[in-house]
């Protein structure tokens, strides 16, 4: 069953035809990667999704709802996580406030005015938090602050912080761009790990044709803001037309 | 205690007992000493210390926590100056009820400033909340002179209806019956120690208002504040509508700024237009920055040290300096006096300004920052004062090879 439903979607941006014509359907707890050369769409349409963006034409639909119209942090509270390009974390914060913050939201919702509780008062929290710390590997760097981690750990946090708030479908937009191989390698595994042990949709636009391979249960190459195919990665590999898209046009039309 | 972790009870508990010896702590010095200008231990101003440091309390919550930086707050004292004043003049010299109208009056056009001027941010917000406040100083000023009377100021006549003022309580505010302006003077060899009935009220909310503060700090709430500051669109990622958290921020540092203009009126039953000007916008922006904003006791140091200033060095005037530079030959006398004069009486302006740009360029994080690194340096000589020494020992020798 497919728990995101995008269909004819189209953007424009001035005289730019950014998307059109886009169907994508992802499957209920795979892995979808989307791929696709420097300007292709796969931006755009992640905002789409996550209400940075309102398409022009078409329908999002996430679970049997529509997430048209609706503001980011409604759509969080849909279920849908998203982690960045470049980590998006509270840097002035703690590790472990970082951590609390998604905890706090899922539970109390979009806004609380609970100035008169204490943050040391949320016990079951503050645990569920530090259960998440220990399962990444962070729980003895808890008292830092986010924004002195290295990049490898900011990406990691981020990533927790959006698993805390049990997602059932996290996106993300290129998690290992700018990291060394051995950092790459490290998400990967934490990616496969987190596939495994939990139900988790998770759709992700990557470059790296290494984390995509290893990651992907189905790939939608997109070209010039429209999907030129979808399938399995071992069909994907072959095909003529993602060569075409990536290496330029072929030989017959030179 | 009261909810609180070990650092800030220990806190409220230095603030709660500076406030209640401060009479004592700000006159240190004989009542006929040459230094007893030096004194701020009479009720006047340290009445503005504590009402000017629940102001800056209130600011921080908005400032120091989400980073808004608001440069209209002084409407809201305003308005809580002229709330309570109504209230005077309406029913009776009670405080509490003038106090009580003054927050919710103040809380609720910070609501309406609030909600229009926070669909911005940075410095557009600061423009807005600078455009609003300069609209209501000259809507006080002329337009609302039924309600404001104007150049003149608000001010309580015998005509006034009082309905519930009995003939028997006093014709200054009061707490039924304690008037703001009463006190007991403890004279001790050549000390004076003045006690008012209206600093100990202040007093009183002050402590109130800077446990609300810890409280606040320490919350969920306070900790999605500091989110705000940190980075709104992971909040808005993960589900927050950060809209609301800074709407609740500035509305409460409003009621902040109606109590203290409340306080203010209950001191002194005037109110004027003045007080919504932008320099006393300005004023609590300084306060709060000098005394490092974000922290718990900053903003309280920084309201007392800019009103000791504005008071204190204001009072400095030629004739004194020639009284402290009379030892010396007429010519370096005048001399000295010519090069201080600037700095001192009406020129305060200039001593805080310089003070303000050292801190703000050697001190980031104000006073506190200032008193955390004087701290460190202390322990570290507890410490290790041989290894430092030693070190440093080493650095010279080889600097000199």
């Known amino acids: ?254 | 205690m009261f909810g609180l972790e070990k650092r800030d009870t220990l806190l409220l508990g230095v603030v709660i007992l500076l406030t209640l010896f401060a009479p004592f702590i700000l006159n240190p010095f004989p009542a006929d000493s040459g230094l007893a200008q030096f004194n701020a231990g009479y009720p006047d101003l340290m009445q503005r210390f504590v009402i000017f440091g629940i102001f800056a309390i209130g600011f921080n919550i908005l400032f120091g926590l989400t980073g808004y930086l608001s440069f209209g707050h002084a409407a809201f004292l305003g308005v809580g100056s002229y709330s309570a004043v109504w209230m005077f003049k309406l029913l009776s010299y009670n405080v509490v009820p003038a106090l009580v109208l003054a927050v919710i009056m103040a809380g609720l056009f910070s609501a309406l400033i609030g909600f229009i001027s926070l669909r911005r941010s940075g410095i557009y917000f600061s423009i807005l909340t600078l455009a609003f406040a300069q609209m209501s100083f000259n809507l006080a000023y002329s337009v609302l002179t039924p309600i404001t009377n104007g150049e003149t100021g608000l001010q309580i006549y015998t005509s006034d209806p009082q309905y519930l003022q009995s003939v028997d309580a006093p014709s200054f505010p009061n707490l039924f019956g304690a008037a703001m302006n009463s006190s007991t003077t403890l004279f001790f060899g050549s000390w004076t120690f003045t006690f008012s009935v209206g600093y100990y009220f202040c007093a009183v909310f002050l402590i109130l208002a800077f446990y609300l503060a810890i409280r606040i700090f320490r919350s969920p709430f306070g900790m999605m504040l500091r989110a705000v500051k940190s980075n709104q669109q992971r909040m808005n990622y993960t589900g927050l509508n950060t809209r609301p958290y800074t709407l609740a921020a500035f509305v409460i540092s409003g009621m902040y700024a109606g109590l203290a203009g409340g306080l203010l009126a209950a001191m002194d039953p005037l109110a004027g237009a003045e007080r919504m000007q932008w320099t006393a916008s300005g004023e609590v922006v300084l306060m709060t920055i000098l005394g490092g904003a974000g922290t718990l006791i900053g903003p309280v140091l920084g309201a007392g040290f800019i009103k000791y200033f504005e008071n204190i060095f204001a009072k400095i005037n030629d004739n004194v300096l020639h009284g402290w530079f009379a030892f010396m030959p007429d010519g370096i006398e005048d001399a000295m006096v010519a090069i201080i004069h600037p700095f001192v009486g009406k020129g305060w302006h200039l001593t805080l300004g310089l003070l303000f740009m050292l801190v703000v360029i050697f001190l980031p994080g104000g006073l506190v920052e200032g008193g955390q690194r004087l701290g460190r340096v202390f322990r570290r000589k507890d410490s290790n004062a041989g290894s430092v020494e030693a070190d440093a020992a080493k650095q010279r020798n080889e600097a000199a090879e």
């Open chain 1, 1 to 254: 069953m497919a728990i995101l439903e995008v269909k004819n979607v189209g953007k424009r941006f001035g005289g730019l035809q950014a998307l059109s014509d886009v169907n994508l359907s992802v499957a209920e707890n795979s892995v979808h990667a989307i791929i696709g050369p420097n300007g292709a769409g796969k931006s755009t349409l992640l905002n789409c999704l996550v209400g940075k963006l309102i398409p022009d034409t078409g329908s999002v639909m996430f679970d049997g709802q529509s997430v048209l119209g609706r503001k980011p942090y409604e759509i969080n509270q849909m279920g849908i996580s998203r982690v960045f390009q470049t980590p998006e974390i509270f840097g002035d914060l703690t590790v472990m406030e970082n951590m609390l913050i998604p905890c706090l939201a899922k539970r109390d919702g979009a806004f609380q005015l609970n100035g008169w509780s204490r943050v040391v008062g949320q016990q079951d929290m503050i645990d569920k938090a530090e259960e998440m710390l220990r399962d990444m590997h962070m729980i003895d760097k808890r008292h830092m602050h986010a924004a002195a981690m290295s990049r490898g750990d900011k990406r990691r946090l981020e990533i927790a912080m959006c698993l805390a708030q049990d997602p059932r479908l996290l996106l993300l937009d290129e998690p290992t761009a700018g990291m060394a191989r051995a950092d790459t390698n490290n998400t990967i595994d934490l990616l496969k790990q987190i596939k495994d042990e939990r139900d988790i949709t998770i759709a992700i636009i990557e470059h790296d044709m290494h984390v995509v391979f290893s990651l992907a249960e189905r790939i939608t190459v997109l070209a010039q803001g429209t999907p030129l195919v979808e399938d399995t990665p071992d069909r994907i590999k072959g095909h003529p037309k993602v060569r075409e898209a990536y290496l330029g046009e072929s030989q017959d039309a030179a």
